[in-house]
Protein backbone atom coordinates (compact mmCIF):
# COMPACT_ATOMS: atom_id res chain seq x y z
CA UNK A 1 0.00 0.00 0.00
CA UNK A 2 1.20 3.47 -0.98
CA UNK A 3 2.35 5.32 2.30
CA UNK A 4 3.31 8.60 3.07
CA UNK A 5 4.86 9.29 6.61
CA UNK A 6 5.65 12.91 7.89
CA UNK A 7 7.80 13.68 10.99
CA UNK A 8 7.21 14.95 13.49
CA UNK A 9 2.90 15.25 13.84
CA UNK A 10 3.22 17.97 16.11
CA UNK A 11 5.64 20.72 16.51
CA UNK A 12 6.33 24.09 18.56
CA UNK A 13 9.15 26.36 17.52
CA UNK A 14 10.35 30.13 18.64
CA UNK A 15 10.50 32.98 16.31
CA UNK A 16 13.83 32.74 14.51
CA UNK A 17 14.21 29.28 15.11
CA UNK A 18 15.05 26.62 12.45
CA UNK A 19 12.39 23.85 11.57
CA UNK A 20 13.33 21.11 9.58
CA UNK A 21 9.45 18.71 8.27
CA UNK A 22 10.46 15.58 6.89
CA UNK A 23 8.42 13.46 4.34
CA UNK A 24 9.27 9.72 3.47
CA UNK A 25 7.60 7.94 0.77
CA UNK A 26 7.56 4.27 -0.19
CA UNK A 27 5.41 4.42 -3.43
CA UNK A 28 8.72 4.75 -5.63
CA UNK A 29 7.01 8.04 -7.11
CA UNK A 30 9.24 10.33 -8.71
CA UNK A 31 7.03 13.52 -7.72
CA UNK A 32 6.56 15.18 -3.95
CA UNK A 33 5.02 18.52 -2.85
CA UNK A 34 4.97 20.33 0.39
CA UNK A 35 1.58 21.94 1.26
CA UNK A 36 0.64 24.21 3.73
CA UNK A 37 -3.51 24.89 4.60
CA UNK A 38 -4.96 27.06 6.82
CA UNK A 39 -8.77 27.80 7.30
CA UNK A 40 -9.89 30.01 4.27
CA UNK A 41 -7.12 29.34 2.07
CA UNK A 42 -7.48 25.52 1.51
CA UNK A 43 -4.21 23.89 0.19
CA UNK A 44 -1.27 26.16 -0.93
CA UNK A 45 1.65 24.32 -2.52
CA UNK A 46 4.73 25.46 -1.80
CA UNK A 47 7.85 23.49 -3.30
CA UNK A 48 7.82 20.35 -5.21
CA UNK A 49 10.27 17.96 -6.56
CA UNK A 50 10.26 15.87 -9.96
CA UNK A 51 12.97 13.42 -8.14
CA UNK A 52 16.21 13.17 -6.26
CA UNK A 53 18.39 16.64 -6.18
CA UNK A 54 15.20 18.63 -8.04
CA UNK A 55 13.30 20.94 -6.37
CA UNK A 56 10.73 23.62 -7.68
CA UNK A 57 8.92 26.92 -6.16
CA UNK A 58 5.69 26.40 -5.85
CA UNK A 59 2.81 29.12 -5.04
CA UNK A 60 3.96 30.10 -1.80
CA UNK A 61 7.83 29.62 -1.55
CA UNK A 62 9.35 32.71 0.01
CA UNK A 63 10.57 31.89 3.94
CA UNK A 64 10.79 28.23 2.91
CA UNK A 65 14.00 26.32 1.33
CA UNK A 66 13.33 22.20 0.18
CA UNK A 67 15.59 19.30 -0.03
CA UNK A 68 15.17 16.05 -1.83
CA UNK A 69 17.87 14.05 -1.45
CA UNK A 70 16.91 10.56 -2.62
CA UNK A 71 13.91 9.50 -4.06
CA UNK A 72 12.42 8.76 -0.92
CA UNK A 73 12.88 11.83 1.19
CA UNK A 74 11.51 14.96 0.67
CA UNK A 75 12.23 17.69 3.70
CA UNK A 76 10.83 21.48 3.75
CA UNK A 77 13.21 23.54 5.28
CA UNK A 78 12.17 26.95 7.78
CA UNK A 79 15.63 28.67 7.73
CA UNK A 80 13.88 31.54 10.72
CA UNK A 81 10.68 30.41 11.44
CA UNK A 82 7.92 33.67 11.76
CA UNK A 83 4.69 32.89 13.38
CA UNK A 84 3.08 33.43 9.90
CA UNK A 85 4.10 30.14 9.19
CA UNK A 86 1.92 28.80 11.55
CA UNK A 87 -0.37 26.29 9.62
CA UNK A 88 -0.71 22.36 9.58
CA UNK A 89 2.30 21.12 6.24
CA UNK A 90 0.95 18.43 4.35
CA UNK A 91 3.28 15.79 2.56
CA UNK A 92 2.04 14.19 -0.86
CA UNK A 93 3.47 12.32 -3.71
CA UNK A 94 2.01 11.30 -6.81
CA UNK A 95 2.65 10.22 -10.30
CA UNK A 96 1.10 11.68 -13.65
CA UNK A 97 -0.01 8.11 -14.71
CA UNK A 98 -1.98 7.70 -12.11
CA UNK A 99 -3.95 10.93 -11.53
CA UNK A 100 -3.82 11.04 -7.81
CA UNK A 101 -1.31 11.98 -4.89
CA UNK A 102 -0.81 10.18 -2.02
CA UNK A 103 -0.61 12.54 1.52
CA UNK A 104 1.22 12.06 4.88
CA UNK A 105 -1.13 12.90 7.45
CA UNK A 106 -0.06 15.90 8.02
CA UNK A 107 2.27 18.21 10.58
CA UNK A 108 1.10 20.94 13.06
CA UNK A 109 3.59 23.67 13.77
CA UNK A 110 3.20 26.69 16.05
CA UNK A 111 5.70 29.22 16.03
CA UNK A 112 5.81 31.23 19.17
CA UNK B 1 -2.84 31.52 -13.84
CA UNK B 2 -5.71 28.78 -12.73
CA UNK B 3 -8.39 30.11 -10.41
CA UNK B 4 -10.35 27.32 -8.53
CA UNK B 5 -13.99 28.23 -6.87
CA UNK B 6 -15.42 25.77 -4.60
CA UNK B 7 -18.75 25.93 -3.09
CA UNK B 8 -20.73 25.96 -1.19
CA UNK B 9 -17.99 26.14 2.00
CA UNK B 10 -20.59 24.52 4.24
CA UNK B 11 -23.15 21.97 3.45
CA UNK B 12 -25.29 20.40 6.40
CA UNK B 13 -27.58 17.50 4.75
CA UNK B 14 -29.83 14.67 6.27
CA UNK B 15 -28.78 11.44 5.95
CA UNK B 16 -30.46 10.12 2.81
CA UNK B 17 -30.40 13.13 1.19
CA UNK B 18 -27.74 14.09 -1.47
CA UNK B 19 -24.72 16.71 -1.08
CA UNK B 20 -23.89 18.23 -3.95
CA UNK B 21 -20.60 20.29 -4.22
CA UNK B 22 -18.91 22.10 -6.93
CA UNK B 23 -16.10 23.69 -8.69
CA UNK B 24 -15.59 26.28 -11.26
CA UNK B 25 -11.92 26.35 -13.00
CA UNK B 26 -10.65 28.78 -15.08
CA UNK B 27 -8.10 27.46 -17.24
CA UNK B 28 -8.91 25.51 -20.43
CA UNK B 29 -5.88 23.41 -20.24
CA UNK B 30 -6.89 22.10 -17.62
CA UNK B 31 -7.03 18.11 -17.92
CA UNK B 32 -6.75 16.70 -13.89
CA UNK B 33 -9.77 16.84 -12.07
CA UNK B 34 -10.40 15.09 -8.45
CA UNK B 35 -11.62 15.28 -5.45
CA UNK B 36 -10.62 14.63 -1.93
CA UNK B 37 -11.76 14.03 1.23
CA UNK B 38 -10.05 14.76 4.76
CA UNK B 39 -11.79 13.49 7.88
CA UNK B 40 -10.76 15.15 11.26
CA UNK B 41 -7.13 15.39 11.58
CA UNK B 42 -5.96 13.41 8.65
CA UNK B 43 -4.40 14.02 5.39
CA UNK B 44 -6.46 14.05 2.32
CA UNK B 45 -7.74 10.67 0.72
CA UNK B 46 -8.90 10.60 -2.95
CA UNK B 47 -12.29 9.75 -3.99
CA UNK B 48 -12.37 9.84 -7.38
CA UNK B 49 -10.28 11.51 -10.04
CA UNK B 50 -11.60 11.89 -14.09
CA UNK B 51 -9.50 12.63 -17.02
CA UNK B 52 -10.78 15.47 -19.37
CA UNK B 53 -12.18 13.32 -21.83
CA UNK B 54 -14.73 11.85 -19.33
CA UNK B 55 -17.87 13.59 -18.76
CA UNK B 56 -19.31 11.18 -15.82
CA UNK B 57 -17.93 8.90 -13.43
CA UNK B 58 -19.52 7.03 -11.19
CA UNK B 59 -18.09 4.93 -7.91
CA UNK B 60 -19.76 3.60 -4.74
CA UNK B 61 -22.46 5.97 -4.48
CA UNK B 62 -20.56 9.16 -5.64
CA UNK B 63 -20.97 11.03 -9.08
CA UNK B 64 -18.09 12.95 -10.48
CA UNK B 65 -19.37 15.39 -13.83
CA UNK B 66 -17.46 17.34 -15.85
CA UNK B 67 -18.76 19.83 -18.29
CA UNK B 68 -15.89 21.50 -19.60
CA UNK B 69 -17.56 24.33 -21.71
CA UNK B 70 -18.64 25.87 -18.72
CA UNK B 71 -15.42 24.67 -16.73
CA UNK B 72 -17.17 23.07 -13.86
CA UNK B 73 -16.76 19.87 -11.92
CA UNK B 74 -18.70 18.39 -9.32
CA UNK B 75 -19.27 15.76 -6.76
CA UNK B 76 -22.43 14.30 -5.83
CA UNK B 77 -22.85 12.32 -2.81
CA UNK B 78 -26.23 10.20 -3.31
CA UNK B 79 -27.44 9.36 -0.04
CA UNK B 80 -25.42 10.51 2.32
CA UNK B 81 -24.28 9.06 5.54
CA UNK B 82 -22.70 10.11 9.02
CA UNK B 83 -19.56 8.60 7.82
CA UNK B 84 -19.51 11.12 4.80
CA UNK B 85 -18.86 14.34 7.34
CA UNK B 86 -15.59 15.98 6.37
CA UNK B 87 -14.10 18.27 4.26
CA UNK B 88 -14.13 17.86 0.41
CA UNK B 89 -11.47 19.45 -1.92
CA UNK B 90 -12.01 19.79 -5.56
CA UNK B 91 -8.14 20.03 -7.70
CA UNK B 92 -7.69 20.38 -11.17
CA UNK B 93 -4.71 21.51 -12.69
CA UNK B 94 -3.09 21.02 -16.23
CA UNK B 95 -0.82 18.04 -15.31
CA UNK B 96 0.25 16.83 -11.88
CA UNK B 97 2.82 19.27 -11.32
CA UNK B 98 0.95 22.08 -10.32
CA UNK B 99 -2.31 21.18 -8.91
CA UNK B 100 -4.75 23.31 -7.66
CA UNK B 101 -6.81 22.73 -4.84
CA UNK B 102 -9.91 24.53 -3.97
CA UNK B 103 -10.81 25.77 -0.44
CA UNK B 104 -12.98 22.82 0.58
CA UNK B 105 -15.98 22.02 1.69
CA UNK B 106 -17.21 21.19 5.28
CA UNK B 107 -19.99 19.02 4.56
CA UNK B 108 -21.97 17.57 7.68
CA UNK B 109 -24.58 14.87 7.34
CA UNK B 110 -27.19 14.95 9.94
CA UNK B 111 -28.56 11.72 11.37
Known amino acids: EAAVTQSPRNKVAVTGGKVTLSCNQT?????MYWYRQDTGHGLRLIHY???????EKGDIPDGYKASRPSQENFSLILELATPSQTSVYFC???????????FGAGTRLSVL | GEQVEQRPPHLSVREGDSAIIICTYT??????FSWYKQEAGAGLQLLMSVLSNVDRKEEQGLTVLLNKKEKRLSLNLTAAHPGDSAVYFC??????????FGKGTHLHVLP
Open chain 2, 91 to 100: AVGANAYKVI
Open chain 1, 27 to 31: NNHNN
Open chain 2, 27 to 32: DSATAY
Open chain 1, 92 to 102: ASGEWSQNTLY
Open chain 1, 49 to 55: SYGAGST
